[in-house]
């Protein structure tokens, strides 16, 4: 029965070799207990621990062997390979709901310990700054939810899905869990026969053994670790075109995808529309992933982005809503996957734009007028900087809360400093923003203050005051062209879910 790829097997070692690895081992041990392994971070203000200083991940080789059922640990081997930034004696990686059976580093074997939620690794030679290394974490990968755990793996009535957001996916294997650090990515995803795998990325293989089968997906762009995607089920994949030839792929519960076709079939048209507003579509592929899971939110895992099924056979939600929030994730796929926040106090430039398009489409194409949304958002605007902090610098999560920064002030409320921007330099200049945007942050990452400076030079003129006061005064601006707009005491119409 073939199961995750192993190495090799090695010759038994001579005695010098058996002294020489004792000896490894020995000098390992003693560098480890020279000062106590503490959890790290890169500093950022949301999410302290998150990431990890002194490296550069340029790719991960994630190998996973599922065993069937959603409740039993994964056999998994990660594989990063990495640039080191500074001079380092030990190595963090975040890693939290597993068991690590191993560490090597450069083939050679590393003492490793945790400290909160990082695996802490010392490896047999200190790592000078500027080398390239390999880290090969042998490891289980758990299903089953540790009590207030928030992402990660999640168990779908037939198999698993991931939805890493924000800071989940070293919930699932090791990694620098943070978005400044993108990574290329290759999934092999060992399931016994009749199950399906997808993953992030284009199909590389799919070899079958005896009773299982090793799905290969590798993405073609870098990707953040929040963003990965393995989709492991019963489940039947849809193939179609999409614009330009554009590769589409979506996956559904098996047997149903007669039903659910209707709703797949507006995706081409969808990618047309937003390629319409800000340019050709940034990946290999894309397609809607329909679990039978209860998650109470979309996510935008780049280029298969995880819906619940129930959003597209629940009568209670309009048509138009339901499109609308595909346009949300779909839009992601530019606006935090492709130009991903360098911080999570970035995520407004994310979910501010992504509820920019949502409002723009079902404005364009079901005649949702998106000022009637914006003047309630404003209304409600004032309450939500209190509630959440402005939509610039939102307030941390609540302890047991780490999703908490999803906010109204990060949807709405930043979508509203959108329409304020347009209102003050013009519809032409603002469309003209929104293309620059995302052709000059491609495949990388990028800051409020980044996009401030070239909202300033698309417009001509200087617009820190502007932004300072929309993004991180505590009360909500006059709005430009609209000076009846007044903060209300009643709370603004409710969105019936989260499209995150």
Not at 476 to 490: E, N, S, Y
Request: proline share 9%; hydrophobic share 35%.
């Amino acid at each position: 029965m073939s199961q995750i790829p192993r190495l090799q097997p090695r010759p038994t070692p001579s005695r010098h070799r058996k002294v020489a690895l004792l000896a490894s081992a020995v000098s390992v041990c003693l560098l480890a207990a020279a000062a106590p392994a503490e959890p790290l971070g890169v500093g950022d203000r949301l999410y302290p621990h998150l990431g990890n200083p002194g490296y550069d991940v340029a790719s991960y080789d994630l190998s996973l062997g599922y065993p069937g059922g959603n409740d039993k640990p994964l056999q998994a081997v990660t594989t990063i390979d990495a640039w080191t930034t500074a001079d380092l004696e030990r190595l963090n990686l975040d890693f939290a709901h597993g068991t690590v059976r191993s560490v090597e580093v450069d083939g050679r074997p590393a003492a490793f310990t945790s400290a909160g939620e990082d695996l802490v690794v010392t490896p047999a030679r200190p790592l000078p700054e500027g080398s390239w290394t390999r880290i090969t974490v042998r490891h289980t990968s758990d299903p089953v939810p540790a009590a207030n755990q928030q992402g990660g793996w999640v168990r779908t009535s037939d198999g698993l899905a991931m939805a890493n957001q924000a800071d989940a996916a070293h919930l699932v294997f090791p990694c620098n869990d943070h978005p400044s650090d993108k990574a290329m990515f290759t999934f092999r995803v060992t399931a016994p026969n009749g199950y399906t795998v997808v993953a992030n990325g284009l199909p590389a293989g799919a070899e079958r053994v005896g009773r299982t089968t090793t799905w290969t997906y590798r993405t073609q762009h870098p990707m953040a670790t929040e963003l990965a995607q393995v989709s492991i089920g019963r489940s039947e994949v849809v193939h179609r075109a999409g614009p330009h030839g554009l590769r589409l792929r979506d996956v559904v519960p098996a047997g149903e995808r007669e039903a659910l076709e209707p709703w797949l079939a507006k995706t081409p048209d969808q990618i047309a529309w937003m390629e319409s507003k800000v340019g050709r579509y940034p990946f290999e592929t894309y397609g809607v992933l329909m679990a039978q899971a209860a998650t109470g939110f979309e996510l935008e895992t780049q280029t298969l982005s995880l819906f619940e099924k129930q959003l597209f056979t629940e009568p209670a939600y309009p048509k138009w809503y339901i499109e609308s929030v595909m346009v949300h994730e779909l839009s992601h796929q530019w606006f935090g996957d492709s130009v991903t926040p360098r911080s999570w106090s970035d995520v407004w430039l994310n979910e501010g734009h992504a509820t920019w398009y949502e409002e723009l489409y079902a404005e364009e194409t079901a005649k949702r007028p998106m000022e009637e949304r914006m003047k309630a958002a404003y209304g409600a605007s004032d309450r939500w900087r209190e509630a959440g902090g402005p939509p610039g610098r939102p307030k941390p999560p609540a302890p047991g809360q780490k999703i908490g920064i999803f906010r109204p002030n990060i949807y709405d409320g930043a979508a509203l400093v959108l329409y304020a921007l347009r209102q003050e330099i013009g519809r032409p200049a603002f469309e003209r923003l929104e293309r620059l945007w995302v052709q000059e942050h491609r495949d990388a990452t990028a800051t409020t203050s980044d996009f401030v400076r070239l909202a300033g030079a698309v417009a001509g003129r200087d617009l820190g005051d502007f932004f300072r006061a929309w993004l991180y005064g505590e009360k909500t601006p006059p709005m430009p062209g609209h000076p009846d707009w007044k903060p209300t005491a009643q709370p603004a119409p409710a969105q019936p879910r989260i499209a995150r």
